[in-house]
């Protein structure tokens, strides 16, 4: 399984690595520490990410008028 990098994780994401990085510094994703300042991030953990920020869409209701 190849880890992702900052650069990689934010492209998946469609932001900038200072996002990803933010993300890491608040422990809101998870990552993988690999001494100093490297981190690197698991594929799937990216699509979890993803999936756990998804909003359903809701139907609207038509209206009726008089």
């Known amino acids: 399984m190849k880890l ?3 650069e990689e994780a934010a492209e998946r ?3 900038g690595e200072r ?3 933010r993300l890491v510094a608040e422990n809101r994703i998870e ?3 690999l ?3 490297k981190v690197r991030f698991e594929p799937d953990v990216i ?3 993803i999936a756990a920020g998804r909003v359903p869409a ?3 209701q038509l209206r ?3």
Do not use: N
Request: aromatic content about 12%; hydrophobic content about 40%.
């Open 58 to 60: 809701r139907p609207r």
């Open 13 to 15: 994401l469609g932001t």
């Open 47 to 49: 699509e979890a990410f």
């Open 19 to 21: 996002y990803v990085r």
């Open 4 to 6: 992702l990098t900052v």
């Open 35 to 37: 001494g100093g300042t």
């Open 31 to 33: 990552f993988v520490k």
């Open 64 to 66: 009726l008028s008089s």
